[in-house]
């Protein structure tokens, strides 16, 4: 199983990013996907989630209405479109996949890419 990011980078404030993460190695369409941060000293927190069939989203109510995610299960590719960048976004952004069965739960975990907000 493999959940590679890529996208992130310095960006000054109010410009734009867009995360890629790109799985493999199980039924992408089958799982839930989120991106999570994680700030210097800070605990990781839920930024955005999509479920599945990608029909349902949610998110962190401190990057409502500036972030976007979407996936494309063709692909199995998530996607999170970051505009209106503050210096409180920079964080380290991981992928996350989950998913539910019968008596367990499945999830891996991305290794991060990191983006940094700042002039």
């Known amino acids: 199983v493999q959940l590679v990011e890529s996208g992130g980078g310095l960006v000054q404030p109010g410009g734009s990013l867009r995360l890629s993460c790109a799985a493999s190695g199980f039924t992408f369409s089958t799982y839930d996907m989120s991106w999570y941060r994680q700030a210097s000293g800070k605990e990781r927190e839920l930024v955005a989630g999509i479920i599945s069939g990608g029909g349902i989203t949610n998110y962190a109510d401190s990057v409502k209405g500036r972030f976007t995610i979407s996936r494309d299960n063709v692909k199995n590719m998530l996607y999170l479109q970051m505009n209106s960048l503050k210096s409180g976004d920079t964080a380290v952004y991981y992928c996350?996949?989950?998913?539910?069965?019968?008596?367990?739960?499945?999830?891996?975990w991305g290794q991060g890419t990191q983006v940094t907000v700042s002039s």
């Open positions: 996350y996949a989950r998913y539910r069965g019968y008596f367990k739960v499945y999830d891996y």
